[in-house]
């Protein structure tokens, strides 16, 4: 299998980047429509936002809107056709923020390219174009 290049995956994570930012401007915009809100309140919807984009992405779809833009999608190393799950995405997300750029340099001592929190989750990134989808698994 070709596995696409860690630019490839850096490119996806600078779009949801700037489309998170887009999500949360537009929220404290909306926020601020309302009136009086408190700033815990504010604080939560943004926090919120950042935390749930990438695990449900991930676990629902296959992929952020970054991944499909750069034609990619997470899926289960063990058979590239299922998608990692709800709960996988929570996990690699988690490690994927806690380990930062040292998860991602890994990927470039691996033929697969894969980073330590795709190591730990038992997730693979491949090309949209080889990964036969299979419903999407919500566990």
């Given at each position: 299998m070709n596995y696409p290049a860690t630019s490839f995956r850096v490119k996806a994570s600078l779009i949801d980047a700037v489309l998170i930012l887009l999500i949360m401007v537009i929220s404290a915009y909306l926020i601020d429509s309302v009136g009086a809100v408190p700033d815990w309140v504010r604080a939560m919807v943004m926090i919120i936002l950042f935390v749930i984009y990438e695990p449900l992405t991930v676990g629902i779809a296959?992929?952020?809107?970054?991944?499909?833009?750069?034609?990619?999608e997470v899926r289960r190393v063990s058979d590239t056709s299922q998608r990692i799950g709800l709960m996988m995405a929570i996990i690699r997300v988690v490690f994927k923020f806690a380990l930062g750029l040292f998860s991602i340099l890994t990927s470039y001592l691996r033929s697969d390219n894969?980073?330590?929190?795709d190591l730990v989750c038992g997730?693979?990134?491949?090309?949209?174009?080889?990964?036969?989808t299979i419903s999407p698994s919500l566990s």
């Open positions: 296959g992929g952020t809107l970054g991944h499909r833009i750069q034609g990619l894969r980073c330590i929190h997730s693979v990134v491949v090309y949209r174009s080889q990964a036969n």
